[in-house]
T-cell receptor, first 110, second 114 residues
Framework: KNEVEQSPQNLTAQEGEFITINCSYSVGISALHWLQQHPGGGIVSLFMLSSGKKKHGRLIATINIQEKHSSLHITASHPRDSAVYICAALVGGSNYKLTFGKGTLLTVNP | ETGVTQTPRHLVMGMTNKKSLKCEQHLGHNAMYWYKQSAKKPLELMFVYNFKEQTENNSVPSRFSPECPNSSHLFLHLHTLQPEDSALYLC?????????????FGNGTRLTVT
């Protein structure tokens, strides 16, 4: 069992819908990253957070340290949001070893 | 433009070949990483360099050999690879360790070993 679990694995939405992707982890962490990977492989860092909530445009990331849970929300989704979303946690007191989730494939249809 | 450039984008090599992957960043970052992404598996950390010094060799077989000549460049030298080494190899950088600043990834090298 991976220390970082994402759900759902696949998500299909209609343009304009509100999207939530979840990430749970089983150990203590010091930071959590949300990443976006488009077809072709390139990965973009969306957020890095260790507490609370961050917002950038239509994207919102939250983390609840006590519940060991983070969520990525997309408001007013658009087909260009279609990508794989990956959460990664800095676990076990390591200062460089990120544990990655398997990713959530999001498809937003027009 | 991601700020991290990887070459080549695609590479096909036989099991007896020797090839190198190159990564370059001019973001002024001090930490650089090699990751492997195999189909249907999470990203796996291979190597970490911090201020040009290797910090981590995550039990990677010796047929993969990293080199970090300066803080802007990172290489992954490949020799006598196996077909199961076929994967997307991603380079990344961050300002420093610990990784509590954003990671910047290259577009990756898609490696096929025949």
């Amino acid at each position: 069992k991976n220390e970082v679990e994402q759900s759902p694995q696949n998500l299909t939405a209609q343009e304009g819908e509100f999207i939530t992707i979840n990430c749970s982890y089983s150990v203590g962490i010091s930071a959590l990253h949300w990443l976006q990977q488009h077809p072709g492989g390139g990965i973009v860092s969306l957020f890095m957070l260790s507490s609370g909530k961050k917002k950038h445009g239509r994207l919102i990331a939250t983390i609840n340290i006590q519940e060991k849970h983070s969520s990525l929300h997309i408001t007013a989704s658009h087909p260009r949001d279609s990508a794989v979303y990956i959460c990664a946690a800095l676990v076990g007191g390591s200062n460089y070893k990120l544990t990655f989730g398997k990713g959530t494939l999001l498809t937003v249809n027009p | 433009e991601t700020g991290v450039t990887q070459t080549p984008r695609h590479l096909v090599m036989g099991m007896t070949n020797k090839k190198s992957l190159k990564c370059e960043q001019h973001l002024g970052h001090n930490a650089m990483y090699w990751y492997k992404q195999s189909a249907k598996k999470p990203l796996e950390l291979m190597f970490v360099y911090n201020f040009k010094e290797q910090t981590e060799n995550n039990s990677v077989p010796s047929r993969f050999s990293p080199e970090c000549p300066n803080s802007s460049h990172l290489f992954l030298h490949l020799h006598t690879l196996q077909p199961e080494d076929s994967a997307l190899y991603l380079c990344a950088s961050s300002q420093e360790l610990p990784v509590n600043s954003p990671l910047h990834f290259g577009n990756g090298t898609r490696l096929t070993v025949t």
